[in-house]
């Protein structure tokens, strides 16, 4: 499938990453290919977000899956 800006994803998308890896850029990769895009950068985490800040990605969940 070939995604452009002529058809990019209308459904919300959540991008979430820690700040010592994908945080900074990954929202940015994925409005290329969706429009309602909703990103949230983990503070003090890398890879594995969960596990490292289960209490900022659950309020990063909630807000997200609420506001919807």
């Not at 919300?12 to 429009?35: C, I, Q």
Request: charged share 15%; aromatic share 6%.
């Amino acid at each position: 499938m070939n995604l452009t800006s002529a058809n990019k994803l209308k459904m919300p998308v959540l991008a979430m990453g820690g700040d010592h890896s994908t945080g900074g850029f990954l929202g940015d990769h994925v409005r290329l290919v969706a429009e309602n895009v909703t990103e949230i950068k983990i503070s003090n985490a890398g890879h594995w977000i969960a596990e490292e800040q289960p209490a900022q990605v659950q309020q990063g969940l909630l807000q997200f899956f609420l506001a919807q």
